[in-house]
């Protein structure tokens, strides 16, 4: 099942959704006549329930569309409960995770390509002194979160916007200090996550022992393009993934080469409670700006598609900051 959060046409707040044949979305709440509700958090939080309910709604709406075509899929009192995709306006999945958890460097390549940037307060690192007994990582600002077709500013403080194409992986229930072997069972889902990132500002950060604005301005959170719910997905840790700038493409591996896989990462992060809607990154694969001998940094007017196969195709336009 693919989750969305999406604005229908003419509306003024948006609501959940799941998509059928590919490109229609389903207004989940009016299709069941109010009985799921109306923001992802919430649905998330209602459980197995809801997704049972949601699974229903979406069979039966797959029929009807199949018999009369998408207005033939209609609510309570007749209003229309479903668009196409071109129709609406796609948000996050989450619109607004309650915590951003962000691992970092977390496939050995990227350290290792990460290691040659030559910025000086990056190259002040001693390097020997990292350990990965464990993950290790940051909280990304929910209000950085961003959906697929997002114009994201590049941000007047850097010349060095870059990007990472990773894995989100979606919290469905309320896990604490859970096990490895358990740890999928709390995972709702999956979706891409392209982790844009102001490098000359992450440099100085890092040089100060600290992250925060570097890796969480606004729009530095690009998530979608929707969240595909864990039961599509037979091993997380043997996805394809890969990012395209312009077309050209700057990325190309596998979740399978994550030192700690996604169960792995549940787990160990589930030191902290983990609750439903909350996001955990998988951290980058090789490929990035900042690994070049000369560094492509992203500029206004380039197109990003970030990919995670199955999971979709998630893009982002960068843009001039016009303030």
Known sequence: MKLITFRPPDAETPTIGGLIEGDIAV????????????????????GEDSLAAARQALDAAAISLSQGGPDAIIGEEGQRCAYRLDEVELLAPVPRPGKIIHTACNFASHL?????????????????????????GF?????????????????VFTQQLDFEVELAIVIGRTAHNVGVEEALDYVAGYMVFNDLSARDIQAREHANKVILLGKSFDGSCPLGPWLTTRDEIDDPSDLAMKLFVNGEMR???????????PAELVSWWSHITLEPGDVITSGSVPGVAAGMAE????????KVDAVVEPLGTLTTFIV???R
């Open 139 to 155: 909280l990304e600002a929910p209000s950085s979160v961003v959906g697929t077709g997002a114009r994201v500013a590049r941000p």
């Open 251 to 261: 990325q190309d591996s596998s979740t399978k080469h994550m030192k700690a896989n």
């Open 295 to 302: 560094p492509n940094w992203l500029q206004p007017g380039d």
């Open 112 to 136: 290792e390509e990460l290691t040659t940037w030559k910025a000086p307060e990056w190259q002040a690192h001693d390097w020997s002194t990292f350990h990965f007994d464990h993950p290790t």
């Open 27 to 46: 207004d989940l709440p009016a299709v069941t006549k109010g009985a799921l509700p109306a923001t992802m958090l919430n649905f998330l939080a209602a």
């Open 320 to 322: 001039e900051h016009t």
